[in-house]
């Protein structure tokens, strides 16, 4: 799922809005025939974006492709990654650096360690899906170094989530949830469901669990996040949470072309047009 249109288009939104205060989000303007304010150039997106991913899952299931397991996996840890990143809009690398009380993390730790812990569940993926096509024995080791062959160097890695600028950070973690999407939209489901490596915890699990891994784990840490915000005195505000579920609709958008990139092309060209006609 590579970016696209849409997602430049609400981007832009994003950029331009999330500064913005309460008194901002009254300030005069319409949508269609409602005149509550500036909130209603978010609130109007939001419904614009829910009515497409409506359409087009409905276009979709009528068309006989319905999503498969994996799809419909990969589908909540992507809404999960675009919640990630409208709760670190507009976070500065002063902020990003900040430790927000003694003894917690600071954002770059937790971001890191999200991205650390998602190198080896996609590893595990990855690896497993290679000894089922091998017909290996299970249970399937882990050997030391997949990690590294599948993904890169760790040290590049690490110089990156440890040294470099929240944008790089966020630029090699968009890059890297692009790989994975990709990667994995066209896994059948009879070798989603079987086994992956044992890995520390010592018994066989399914790549199903270790896909709704990066789902859980990354909810575990956003949820940590939003705690280090407050600690920041990042308290939410209105545009933020209109925002918050901007991201969400648009990746309801998105997860309805798992497998089907050409599905409703169009119709989300016009809709980035839209969009950003009115930013």
Not at 61 to 76: D, F, H, I, K
Not at 111 to 133: S, V
Not at 227 to 236: A, D, H, V
Request: proline share 5%; aromatic share 10%.
């Amino acid at each position: 799922m590579p970016q696209n249109q849409l997602f430049s288009a609400i981007n832009r939104l994003a950029d331009t809005s999330h500064p913005f205060t309460d008194v901002d989000m009254g300030q005069p303007y319409h949508w269609r025939k409602h005149g509550e304010g500036v909130r209603l150039a978010l609130i109007g997106t939001y419904h614009e974006l829910r009515d497409l991913a409506a359409t087009l899952a409905s276009r979709r299931s009528q068309n006989g492709s319905a999503t498969t397991l994996v799809q419909q996996v990969l589908g909540q840890y992507h809404l999960g990654y675009r919640e990630l990143q409208a709760a670190m809009l507009g976070v500065t690398d002063e902020q990003f650096e900040q430790e927000p009380a003694p003894g917690e993390w600071p954002l770059r730790v937790i971001l890191g360690h999200i991205m650390d812990a998602e190198r080896t569940f996609f590893t595990l993926i990855i690896y497993g899906l290679e000894q089922q096509q091998g017909g290996i024995e299970r249970p399937y080791p882990f050997p030391a170094g997949e990690v590294e062959r599948v993904t890169g160097s760790n040290d590049a890695f690490y110089d990156i989530i440890d040294n470099q600028p929240f944008a790089t950070i966020w630029h090699s973690y968009n890059a890297f949830h692009q790989r994975v999407l990709d990667e994995l939209v066209a896994v059948p489901d009879e070798q989603f469901l079987g086994a992956s490596p044992v890995w520390w915890e010592e018994e066989e699990y399914s790549l199903q669990y270790r896909l709704h891994r990066f789902d859980a784990h990354l909810r575990q840490h956003l949820v940590q996040i939003e705690k280090t915000l407050l600690w920041l005195n990042r308290p939410e505000t209105e545009a933020s949470r209109f925002l918050r579920l901007i991201f969400r609709a648009l990746a309801g958008v998105e997860n309805t072309t798992l497998g089907a990139p050409e599905l409703g092309k169009a119709e989300r060209q016009a809709l980035a047009k839209k969009i950003q006609d009115r930013t």
